[in-house]
């Protein structure tokens, strides 16, 4: 044993006695750190409950309710059909937590957490999807011994048929759930990505595994004249290219089916990006992703890559906590840090790896990379 562990080992049989506990509360200097931990380490026993009272304010559209300016608990138990004491309860428990605040004259009004709610589709579509992930948390160990099937599992119609022929043949019907929670979901991450990197540098943008084309959708309206290109499973791009005909954007941006473990990507874009796609899969079936990339861009081409990443500075709970155990529950997939994503684009054949700056690193982080020489890559990556 270190002297380190012998530390550490000395620090924590102090720290747990409850003689040093209580005189830690007590004594002036310490009070206010044995404060902020046990107000931690209560947050983390309640913080199943606290998510639970924002699904209710969003099943019930108080958000919205109160957009319209404050209310009394007696108008607000009328609009939501509660009873008085039961919405007094809520609203008092959804003002604690910030949500909403309660003026002096006993009226409620939005907080300032629950103004950011007004409106925004993109986090209340995660928050009702969150009452599913729950459920399969709520026996973290089986989870983790993977001893039955998950909901999550089933609701991404594809985990755990990584390019399979039943992926490739998804219908429409299977796949609509998620494809418009993964598009009420992308707005958080589109513009992150936007502001990132210029894309008006380049000619022609294949957004890969694109959903049903929300991102190309934002790039779009953003960056006129850029040429676009998505491809996902058949079922998926049929919904894109419905979108892309909608918005009337058809004669600019093209939807292709197919699975990018089994068939090439369209060629022809100089900048193709990978939004929200790696961190679904396992390193051999991301590998596989990133050399199919490298195979449909140019020499001179370029690679985004944005995902949330493990290790993300003032968010590490994110990526090893968060991303760790939800996509445990899907039943495939990793959060990876820069670093393990740069080692995995290095085999795939990329070089000149950076990691760019965005606006809200906790929702997503963008990497930007650029295919080696071929004679290079081959000779540098490995199989």
Same mark, same amino acid.
């Given at each position: 044993?270190?002297?380190?562990?012998?530390?550490?080992?000395?620090?924590?049989?102090?720290?747990?006695?409850?003689?040093?506990?209580?005189?830690?509360?007590?004594?002036?200097?310490?009070?206010?750190?044995?404060?902020?931990?046990?107000?931690?380490?209560?947050?983390?026993?309640?913080?199943?409950?606290?998510?639970?009272?924002?699904? !209710?304010?969003?099943?019930? =559209?108080?958000?919205?309710? $109160?957009?319209? #300016?404050?209310?009394?608990? *007696?108008? @607000?138990? %009328?609009?939501?059909?509660?009873?008085?004491?039961?919405?007094?309860?809520?609203?008092?428990?959804?003002?604690?937590?910030?949500?909403?605040?309660?003026?002096?004259?006993?009226?409620?009004?939005?907080?300032?957490?629950?103004?950011?709610?007004?409106?925004?589709?993109?986090?209340?579509?995660?928050?009702?999807?969150?009452?599913?992930?729950?459920?399969?948390?709520?026996?973290?160990?089986?989870?983790?011994?993977?001893?039955?099937?998950?909901?999550?599992?089933?609701?991404?119609?594809?985990?755990?048929?990584?390019?399979?022929?039943?992926?490739?043949?998804?219908?429409?019907?299977?796949?609509?759930?998620?494809?418009?929670?993964?598009?009420?979901?992308?707005?958080?991450?589109?513009?992150?990505?936007?502001? !990132?990197?210029?894309?008006? =540098?380049?000619?022609?943008? $294949?957004?890969? #595994?694109?959903?049903?084309? *929300?991102? @190309?959708? %934002?790039?779009?309206?953003?960056?006129?004249?850029?040429?676009?290109?998505?491809?996902?499973?058949?079922?998926?791009?049929?919904?894109?290219?419905?979108?892309?005909?909608?918005?009337?954007?058809?004669?600019?941006?093209?939807?292709?089916?197919?699975?990018?473990?089994?068939?090439?990507?369209?060629?022809?874009?100089?900048?193709?990006?990978?939004?929200?796609?790696?961190?679904?899969?396992?390193?051999?079936?991301?590998?596989?992703?990133?050399?199919?990339?490298?195979?449909?861009?140019?020499?001179?081409?370029?690679?985004?890559?944005?995902?949330?990443?493990?290790?993300?500075?003032?968010?590490?709970?994110?990526?090893?906590?968060?991303?760790?155990?939800?996509?445990?529950?899907?039943?495939?997939?990793?959060?990876?840090?820069?670093?393990?994503?740069?080692?995995?684009?290095?085999?795939? #054949?990329?070089?000149?790896?950076?990691? @760019?700056?965005?606006?809200?690193?906790?929702?997503?982080?963008?990497?930007?990379?650029?295919?080696?020489?071929?004679?290079?890559?081959?000779?540098?990556?490995?199989?």
């Amino acid at each position: 044993m270190t002297w380190t562990d012998r530390f550490f080992a000395w620090r924590d049989r102090v720290v747990a006695s409850p003689t040093f506990q209580r005189w830690a509360a007590a004594f002036p200097l310490t009070r206010p750190i044995a404060r902020r931990q046990a107000s931690q380490l209560f947050d983390l026993v309640a913080g199943f409950v606290y998510s639970q009272v924002l699904l !209710a304010c969003v099943r019930l =559209r108080v958000f919205e309710i $109160l957009a319209e #300016g404050p209310q009394s608990v *007696t108008t @607000l138990a %009328h609009r939501l059909d509660l009873s008085e004491n039961s919405a007094q309860r809520l609203l008092a428990a959804a003002s604690s937590l910030g949500l909403l605040a309660q003026r002096s004259d006993g009226r409620f009004a939005l907080g300032q957490l629950g103004a950011v709610m007004v409106g925004n589709r993109a986090v209340a579509a995660m928050v009702e999807h969150h009452a599913s992930v729950y459920m399969d948390l709520a026996d973290p160990v089986a989870l983790l011994r993977r001893d039955s099937p998950t909901r999550l599992s089933d609701y991404w119609a594809y985990a755990g048929d990584e390019g399979s022929e039943r992926a490739r043949s998804l219908r429409a019907e299977q796949v609509a759930d998620y494809s418009a929670l993964m598009s009420a979901s992308q707005p958080l991450v589109a513009d992150q990505i936007i502001d !990132a990197y210029p894309l008006g =540098r380049h000619r022609c943008l $294949l957004d890969v #595994g694109g959903g049903e084309g *929300t991102f @190309l959708s %934002h790039v779009a309206r953003r960056v006129p004249g850029l040429q676009l290109k998505l491809f996902d499973l058949p079922a998926v791009a049929e919904r894109g290219r419905l979108r892309f005909e909608a918005q009337g954007i058809a004669h600019r941006a093209s939807a292709h089916g197919g699975s990018f473990f089994d068939d090439p990507l369209p060629v022809g874009a100089d900048i193709v990006s990978l939004v929200r796609v790696i961190y679904d899969h396992d390193d051999e079936h991301a590998l596989k992703i990133l050399r199919a990339v490298r195979a449909a861009l140019p020499d001179g081409g370029t690679l985004i890559l944005a995902e949330p990443m493990a290790g993300t500075p003032g968010a590490e709970a994110m990526g090893d906590a968060y991303f760790g155990f939800y996509l445990l529950a899907m039943g495939k997939g990793e959060a990876r840090t820069p670093a393990q994503l740069s080692a995995l684009l290095s085999l795939a #054949g990329f070089g000149s790896v950076r990691v @760019l700056p965005t606006h809200l690193p906790l929702q997503t982080r963008v990497i930007v990379a650029r295919p080696l020489a071929v004679n290079t890559a081959s000779h540098e990556a490995q199989p």
